[in-house]
């Protein structure tokens, strides 16, 4: 199993940046690749961005490509989102998830893990 622990959500103004962290635990080899996701109120919950684990590649979602960039320290097991040119619309909890396998990335149904999100709120 892996647990994954989320950190760094909070309140920014519009225009700042943020970076958000989530930590994995457990039996880590298994993770083929991670992603996030957000979900604002009254709203469906949106992909975000995603990296395979040991090549590096990385995806995103149209409304925070240029904006966000995902990436991964191997050795502290860590996944980052730097959130950059924050807008009011990305107010939303954010989740970490972890696949296990070669699956559709923008798709949550296919991930094995979650985090316990954090909320981001961003101020106009």
């Known amino acids: 199993q892996v647990q994954l622990v989320e950190s760094g959500g909070g309140l920014v103004q519009a225009g700042g940046s943020l970076r958000l962290s989530c930590a994995a635990s457990?039996?880590?080899?298994?993770?083929?690749?991670m992603g996030w996701f957000r979900q604002a109120s009254g709203k469906e919950r949106e992909f975000v961005a995603a990296i395979t684990w040991s090549a590096g590649n990385t995806y995103y979602g149209d409304s925070v490509k240029g904006r966000f960039t995902i990436s991964r320290d191997i050795a502290k097991k860590t996944v980052y989102l730097q959130m950059s040119s924050l807008r009011p619309e990305d107010t939303a909890v954010y989740y970490c998830?972890?696949?296990?396998?070669?699956?559709?990335?923008?798709?949550?149904?296919?991930?094995?893990?979650w985090g316990q999100g954090t909320q981001v709120t961003v101020s106009s």
């Open positions: 457990g039996r880590t080899f298994n993770i083929y690749s």
């Open positions: 998830a972890a696949a296990r396998h070669l699956s559709d990335f923008d798709k949550e149904e296919v991930y094995d893990y």
